[in-house]
């Protein structure tokens, strides 16, 4: 966990009374790292993204299958940590991917630019990001209690390391929902929830695991246009988010047929899209019919 978080001197006010002797100290404060990765196909660069550093081979090989450039372990030959120094130090900061010799490489002339908070922007429409989907979700017959559904915040809130250090990152987690208790496969933390989701999927990818039928992804944010397009590229039924959707977000959901859920806090959620999917509860929640 050291490359992911930095030490930062801090001046701390305290104003309810409890630091009445000394209301201003002087301390030191955890915070998320954030640094440039730069990513490269066969030697060339293609996009620079701003990350918490860690799992950077699974973000590489999650922002290719959220590019639409590969869609299974096999395309994907190698990966490695690049030269990159600052004040003679290796920075682990590029990555170079070499593909499959007979996947189509991707317009490197683009070079794109990508922050922490906005992931890869400028998709052109819905229909664009239809026609580099692999897999249906559609055909999924995912069904899920909405009570476990409703809990994988909780879940997912345990597991954040990082953020019970800093407070300062986003996690994305991806769930088993055939058993009596939802089973956390894996969980990623980053500055980034694009890059957070990304390191999800790029695992799963090395993992050989794609498409993630019959699987729910959890995040911690809001559901952005981005992220509803990785989990359909990576073929996951059911994206739930702890915030709001956009309205985007919706659209491509329902264009999709991916189950879209927000406002997901323990005790109550928002269904956006997909409703067949979530089923009453063992709790006793009736099931209601999709129309309802």
């Not at 959220?66 to 869609?71: A, D, Q, T, V």
């Not at 017959?141 to 250090?165: T, Y």
């Not at 939802?182 to 999800?200: F, S």
């Not at 806090?265 to 269904?271: A, F, I, M, T, W």
Request: hydrophobic share 40%; with cysteine.
């Amino acid at each position: 966990m050291a490359r992911m978080t930095q030490r930062r001197k801090i001046h701390r006010f305290q104003l309810d009374g409890a630091g009445a002797e000394n209301p201003v100290r002087y301390k030191e404060d955890v915070l998320a790292a954030e640094e440039p990765l730069e990513i490269r196909i066969g030697g060339t660069s293609f996009a620079v993204t701003m990350r918490t550093p860690g799992d950077d081979f699974d973000l590489v090989a999650g922002f290719l299958v959220s590019e639409g450039i590969i869609r299974e372990q096999a395309e994907l030959v190698s990966l490695r940590f690049c030269s990159g120094e600052k004040d003679g130090i290796q920075t682990f900061n590029v990555v170079d991917a070499q593909l499959r010799p007979d996947v189509p490489l991707p317009d490197t002339k683009r070079h794109v630019y990508t922050s922490s908070s906005c992931g890869i922007c400028g998709t052109d429409s819905i229909d664009a990001v239809r026609k580099t989907i692999h897999y249906d979700v559609s055909l999924d017959g995912l069904r899920v209690p909405v009570d476990l559904l409703a809990g994988l915040p909780d879940r997912l809130r345990e597991a954040q390391a990082v953020f019970d250090r800093t407070g300062g990152v986003h996690a994305a987690g991806l769930f088993r929902m055939d058993g009596s208790e939802p089973e956390l496969l894996c969980l990623r933390e980053d500055v980034g929830r694009h890059n957070a989701v990304d390191k999800v999927v790029g695992w799963a990818l090395r993992q050989d695991l794609l498409p993630l039928t019959g699987l729910v992804l959890q995040v911690s944010g809001r559901a952005s246009f981005e992220l509803v397009q990785k989990a359909a590229l990576a073929g996951i039924p059911v994206l739930s988010a702890v915030s709001a959707p956009s309205s985007l977000a919706v659209d491509l959901a329902l264009g999709t047929g991916l189950t879209l859920v927000g406002f997901s806090r323990g005790h109550s959620l928002n269904v956006y899209a997909g409703r067949e999917r979530v089923i009453g509860s063992r709790a006793g929640v009736p099931e209601v019919a999709a129309s309802a």
